[in-house]
């Protein structure tokens, strides 16, 4: 594969993200090119800035202890039990999420919680206008993770199945998170999109099977992926990297 065909394939995800998010957009910017992406990151960063308009939904996840496996299970959950109309309406913000540092089991009877992970380490407020989570917000820090994301060796992640079956037969994808440069507060980020909108597609359902894997840098991204979270070179302006990726699906036998 060459270096123009990965960066074509980025662009490609890039736009197609925005397209389904926010089709306006699509019809205002070149979506083809770097140029375009990046103005329309730059108009969606503006929005983001103190003084303007808040997004228009947005969720918030406390996290007590960070496990990448735990969390990344419990997010598909969280994403699985959204209404429609709920993961419309955030999409359209782009799945914006903030991170928050606190403990859940000390939060549950003053706030209101759409999902709570199994092991108690997270818990996530329904998607929706800022306002909702303002006090949530207001009263804990942001989730800071410097450190850089630790290389594990490969691990499991189950969805657990859902009661009266599903419309498909249960798959098997790898979940690739690329490693270099990377802290643990950008592997949140990262994965938290890929995941949720994963879901929002399709792509990940209950009953799957991800295999988690670490790696510097991802490659085969012309060819082996079903869905990627791009981000830009931070040293190179004008270029796409892939962050993370799911990997085409395989059947569970």
Same mark, same amino acid.
């Given at each position: ?85 709920? @993961? ?66 490969? @691990? ?75 981000? @830009? ?21």
């Amino acid at each position: 594969m060459t270096d123009p065909a990965i960066q074509e394939r980025l662009r490609e995800a890039s736009a197609a993200r925005i397209r389904t998010a926010r089709p306006e957009l699509a019809d205002a910017y070149d979506l083809t090119s770097a140029e375009g992406l990046l103005a329309v990151r730059a108009r969606l960063d503006a929005a983001d800035a103190p003084g303007e308009r808040a997004p228009e939904h947005l969720a918030a996840v406390v996290l007590g202890r960070f496990d990448l496996t735990s969390w990344a299970r419990a997010t598909c959950e969280f994403a699985l039990g959204l209404t429609p109309e709920q @993961t419309a309406a955030w999409r359209r913000s782009f799945t914006r999420t903030v991170f928050l540092a606190g403990n859940p089991d000390n939060l549950r009877e003053r706030f209101s919680f759409a999902h709570l992970a199994e092991d108690g380490s997270a818990a996530w407020t329904a998607p929706g206008p800022a306002a909702d989570s303002a006090g949530l917000r207001r009263l804990l820090k942001l989730f800071a993770g410097p450190l850089p994301l630790p290389v594990r060796a490969d @691990t499991v992640i189950e969805i657990p199945s859902r009661a009266g079956g599903t419309d498909r037969a249960p798959v098997h994808r790898e979940l690739h998170i690329a490693t270099a440069d990377c802290q643990v507060s950008d592997a949140l980020v990262h994965l938290n999109h890929l995941l949720t909108e994963a879901v929002m597609d399709g792509l990940v359902g209950p009953g799957d099977v991800l295999t988690l894997r670490h790696f510097p840098r991802l490659t085969g991204i012309t060819e082996r992926f079903a869905a990627l979270r791009v981000d @830009t070179e931070p040293t190179l302006p004008g270029r796409l990297r892939a962050a993370a990726g799911l990997t085409e699906e395989t059947l569970l036998v």
